[in-house]
């Protein structure tokens, strides 16, 4: 098993930043790809980032430029920084990891942007 937990999330006004963690413990070993993504009421949940287990990392159009990703291997955490908040980032943010056979999930992190 493969537990997820994420941190950071809040109220940050437009323009903010924040910086959301995502620790992985458990049977990690073999996976492809740890990334965030988001889901905002009434909308379908949507990929925010990755980052893979060579350290590519991939993004949405709507974050490019303002989110970045990483990944500390010896802490088997990722890390999403948010700056230039915009009201339509806010969402609950889901961290995801990827196996060959399995997909995981942590219990989301709300973040909230608004003045």
């Known amino acids: 098993q493969v537990q997820l937990a994420e941190s950071g999330g809040g109220l940050v006004q437009p323009g903010g930043s924040l910086r959301l963690s995502c620790a992985a413990s458990?049977?990690?070993?073999?996976?492809?790809?740890m990334g965030w993504y988001r889901q905002a009421p009434g909308k379908q949940r949507e990929l925010v980032a990755y980052?893979?287990?060579?350290?590519?990392?991939n993004y949405a159009d709507s974050v490019k430029g303002r989110f970045i990703i990483s990944r500390d291997s010896a802490k088997n955490t990722i890390y999403l920084q948010m700056n230039s908040l915009k009201p339509e980032d806010t969402a609950v943010y889901y961290c995801?990891?990827?196996?060959?056979?399995?997909?995981?999930w942590g219990q989301g992190t709300q973040v909230t942007v608004s003045s």
């Open positions: 458990g049977r990690i070993f073999g996976f492809y790809r």
């Open positions: 995801n990891l990827g196996k060959p056979t399995m997909i995981y």
């Open positions: 980052v893979t287990s060579t350290d590519s990392t």
